[in-house]
């Protein structure tokens, strides 16, 4: 609602909502928890990664309305990418609500990222999840979940692996390194946020705030599932701590939401 400017008693108008937008992040780093969480908005609805195989065939009502009148050739995540001119307009003028976007993974197609970032008319939102041991884990979890099968429990705890995970930091800071350089040219179109902020109330007002929409209390559908206290997701956590001393990572043994 417009709010009186109590200097000139005009009605400012209110921020306009962003059209157009793309959670960008790296994989779990709580970009699912966003999705979702933005979509609990009734300004706003979030696509999954359909640039990769696996958000493509997975979605809801709104997810088939953007295979309406596409033909078995989007099937191929390599067409999607060439035509992603096309998608993308698709994707924008979908009326589920005033605010569209989707999600796409830093370490999906380049091509994607660098058409996104570059485009002005798109609100990104830059999502990092800065601890790492958090990240590791949970990837770690996720595929041996994966291997065990869809109906097996999931597993509460994996093997740490010192080499493993070095490289693991290493990769995961040069993916989002790659892109600073043009996002911080674009910085009137990008947030960046930390996972830790977007699981508060204030961190999502910041969001919510950036693409022009109104203050709402936003839940995620989903509860977190592993534990805050990260070395006890491993079965040898004496050695994640240990490496995490002789990296000067002690802080990365716990994650907490921000301001706890």
Avoid at 7 to 21: F, G, Y
Avoid at 181 to 188: G, K, P
Avoid at 204 to 228: A, E, I
Wanted: one cysteine or more.
């Amino acid at each position: 609602m417009p709010t009186a400017n109590p200097e000139t008693n005009v009605e400012d108008a209110a921020p306009a909502i962003r059209k157009k937008m793309v959670l960008l992040s790296m994989p779990r780093t709580g970009s699912t928890m966003m999705t979702r969480k933005l979509t609990q908005h009734d300004n706003a609805h979030m696509l999954n990664a359909i640039f990769s195989d696996r958000g493509w065939g997975h979605g809801g009502r709104v997810h088939r309305s953007l295979k309406e009148g596409l033909d078995e050739r989007w099937e191929d995540l390599a067409y999607r990418v060439e035509n992603r001119a096309q998608l993308l307009d698709k994707i924008f003028d979908l009326d589920a609500a005033p605010c569209m976007g989707f999600k796409h993974h830093l370490s999906g197609p380049r091509e994607i990222t660098k058409t996104v970032l570059e485009d002005d008319s798109i609100a990104k939102i830059i999502l990092n999840r800065t601890n790492l041991l958090a990240c590791y884990s949970s990837n770690k979890l996720a595929v041996l979940h994966r291997s065990l099968g869809p109906d097996a429990e999931k597993p509460r705890q994996v093997e740490f692996d010192a080499e493993e995970f070095k490289a693991y930091v290493k990769r995961r800071k040069h993916a989002y390194s790659r892109w600073d350089e043009i996002i911080d040219a674009n910085a009137d179109n990008c947030l960046r946020i930390t996972y830790a902020e977007a699981r508060t109330d204030a961190g999502m007002d910041k969001v919510t705030t950036f693409l022009g929409l109104s203050s709402s209390k936003l839940d995620s559908p989903t509860k977190k599932r592993n534990s805050d206290e990260v070395l006890t997701r491993f079965t040898n956590p004496d050695d994640a701590a240990a490496c995490l001393r002789e990296e000067g990572l002690e802080d990365w043994a716990t994650e907490k939401p921000a301001g706890e």
